[in-house]
């Protein structure tokens, strides 16, 4: 089993940045969270694909929304994955999750995902 819990989340003006951290443990982390992924979910939206990085941290990828602005990444050593959000947009407001998988997880379908955290508010005001 894997336990993901993302911390970091915060009430900041537009413009502003945030860094949320995604702390994993457990066994087989290697194989458990090959792939790591950061969702969000709006008031009354589904549930969005942001970002995600696989376990060599050379391939990543990001939602055409947040290209440019976020930057995904990981300390395998510490078993934590980052996502850091500059240029925070009101639209930007969510809460947001990481989940993980093995290595051949779609990095855009959260079904793929093994393991979720229990996700972090992050609020954007104009």
């Known amino acids: 089993q894997v336990q993901l819990v993302e911390s970091g989340g915060g009430s900041v003006q537009a413009g502003g940045s945030l860094r949320l951290s995604c702390a994993a443990s457990?066994?087989?982390?290697?194989?458990?969270?090959?792939?790591v992924g950061w969702f969000r979910q709006g008031p009354g939206k589904e549930r969005d694909f942001v970002a995600a990085i696989r376990w060599s941290g050379s391939d990543i990828a990001y939602a055409d929304s947040v290209t440019g602005r976020f930057v995904c990444s990981r300390d395998n050593i510490n078993g934590t994955v980052y996502l850091q959000m500059n240029s925070l947009k009101p639209e930007d407001t969510a809460v947001y999750y990481c989940a993980a998988g093995a290595a051949r997880t779609t990095f855009y379908s959260p079904t793929e995902y093994n393991y979720w955290g229990q996700g972090t508010q992050v609020t954007v005001s104009s």
């Open positions: 457990g066994r087989a982390l290697s194989t458990n969270t090959a792939t």
